[in-house]
């Protein structure tokens, strides 16, 4: 979407296991169609907003939940740190695409094989060829989905995707300005990471043994978006499976 200098398409990567990238996964008309559905659901009651943090600090993103309502660091049926109405239902066609997320990445039978992944993290170190068993798509429920709006100069710190009561995998979905992506281990906000360029359409699903690990957006590159989805800055949609009643 933002152009690519090369001649043929970018390949599929593997940072870690468990973890995958999927460039270019989301055809165009399949952009353009999130881009509208983003700004139905950004709309209030339940709308978009800024998310405070315990400590009274503001996040540079503005976030809308649907399924479940997420605030630091739990979930709710209600916008319990907004408007307090009640949160939007769960989208069948976000389930579907996760689903198929799931497919694209782990294959029909829920295997990940990952390659070249030796010393990625202390607990996992020595893996190359590492071939995790990671729940297919068909036994995949997913019922929560974060819609995040970065603006121009927006980032998110390193963090653990970890409020939810299951390991089922989180499917992460790109649309707009392109983004720094760090993906990291799963003990410490230190290295070793993996930088990765995630631009418009591109697929990141991570799950198994890279389920719990630290990752966040160290910048956008505004600018970067094809002027036919009619966006500034990036969306980023994640959906996952909470484990909730």
């Known amino acids: 979407m933002s152009g690519d200098p090369l001649p043929f398409p970018r ?3 593997d940072p870690a296991p468990g973890a995958v990238h999927l460039p270019d996964w989301l055809a165009p008309a399949e952009q353009r169609r999130l881009v509208e559905s983003c700004r139905a659901w950004a709309r209030p009651p339940a709308g978009m907003r800024t998310v405070r943090l315990p400590g009274g600090a503001e996040m540079s993103v503005r976030t809308v939940c649907l399924g479940w309502h997420w605030y630091p660091y739990g979930y709710a049926r209600t916008v319990v740190d907004g408007d307090g109405t009640p949160v939007k239902p769960f989208p069948d066609e976000l389930g579907d695409l996760a689903r198929r997320a799931l497919t ?3 294959g029909p039978d829920g295997r990940a094989t990952v390659a070249g992944t030796a010393g990625y993290a202390p607990d996992i170190a020595g893996t190359a060829g590492y071939a995790p068993d990671i729940a297919g798509a068909a036994g995949y429920a997913p019922d929560v989905a974060l819609v995040n709006h970065y603006p121009h100069g927006a980032r998110m710190g390193l963090h653990k995707d970890r409020d939810e009561r299951t390991d089922a995998p989180v499917v992460s979905l790109s649309l707009g300005d392109t983004c720094v992506f760090r993906f990291g281990n799963t003990e410490t906000r230190t ?11 591109d697929l990141f699903v991570f799950g198994g043994p890279a389920r719990f690990a630290y990752h966040g957006v160290v910048r956008t590159l505004p ?4 002027p036919a989805l009619g966006l500034t800055g990036r969306l980023n949609i994640t959906v996952r499976q909470s484990g909730l009643a």
Do not use: F
Request: charged share 35%.
């Open 11 to 13: 390949e599929r990567a």
């Open 104 to 106: 694209a990445a782990y």
């Open 223 to 226: 600018g970067t978006a094809d």
């Open 191 to 201: 290295r070793p990471w993996t930088d990765l360029e995630l631009r418009s359409g």
